[in-house]
Antibody, heavy 118, light 105 residues
Framework: QVQLQESGPGLVRPSGTLSLTCAVSGGSISSSYWWTWVRQPPGKGLEWIGEIFHSGNTNYNPSLKSRVSISVDKSKNQFSLNLSSVTAADTAVYYC???????????WGQGTLVTVSS | IVLTQSPGTLSLSPGERATLSCRASQSVSNYLGWYQQKPGQAPRLLIYFASSRATGIPDRFSGSGSGTDFTLTISRLEPEDFAVYYCQQYGRSLTFGGGTKVEIK
């Protein structure tokens, strides 16, 4: 059973870069999953950020594409999210998850709250 | 593709039937999933391919539909079913619906 754990700073300054890592256990990052990030502003719905395959292929939400980068580190069995030029609107709980062959998100991390504030 | 969920809030009593709707702005075939989210928790996958239950999901949860109109039905609400439910599709890009809150009446 794949397990995911997000980590990273809980506070980021405006105009800075948000950086998070998702550690994968119980499975290999080189498996057939796509690895993805989703966020949820406080009290609001879910927004897909983007995904990466172990080959390095990526797909991003068009609304965030200019600011997002997702990478994979096979040696550490983890993947990472970078979101640049952040504003208060980027304050959210950030989740990492897997996308299965059925094109749904079947494993989720517990989520980590990132606040953008000076 | 935009997913529109209705109603925004559903007020029901335990034991009642819940019917949640998800409408897509264009056809997604049957590439639609449903999730349950409780406060302070990550979403949990309930349904994939519009009507297939995920592992460990009780059979009181059922999904139906194809193309642009989908329904999640909870046949008899248990106390633990009061939560927010989201639909999700993956066509050219992945999107979620805005969610339906099922609250205790």
């Amino acid at each position: 059973q794949v397990q995911l754990q997000e980590s990273g700073p809980g506070l980021v300054r405006p105009s800075g870069t948000l950086s998070l890592t998702c550690a994968v256990s119980g499975g290999s990052i080189s498996s057939s999953y796509w690895w993805t990030w989703v966020r949820q502003p406080p009290g609001k719905g879910l927004e897909w950020i983007g995904e990466i395959f172990h080959s390095g292929n990526t797909n991003y939400n068009p609304s965030l594409k200019s600011r997002v980068s997702i990478s994979v580190d096979k040696s550490k069995n983890q993947f990472s999210l970078n979101l640049s030029s952040v504003t208060a609107a980027d304050t959210a709980v950030y989740y990492c998850a897997t996308i299965s062959g059925q094109l749904v998100l079947d494993h989720w991390g517990q989520g980590t709250l990132v606040t953008v504030s000076s | 593709i935009v997913l529109t969920q209705s109603p925004g809030t559903l007020s029901l009593s335990p034991g009642e039937r819940a019917t949640l709707s998800c409408r897509a702005s264009q056809s997604v075939s049957n590439y639609l999933g449903w999730y349950q989210q409780k406060p302070g928790q990550a979403p949990r996958l309930l349904i994939y391919f519009a009507s297939s239950r995920a592992t460990g999901i009780p059979d009181r949860f059922s999904g139906s539909g194809s193309g642009t109109d989908f329904t999640l039905t909870i046949s008899r609400l248990e106390p633990e079913d009061f939560a927010v439910y989201y639909c999700q599709q993956y066509g050219r890009s992945l999107t979620f619906g805005g969610g339906t809150k099922v609250e205790i009446k």
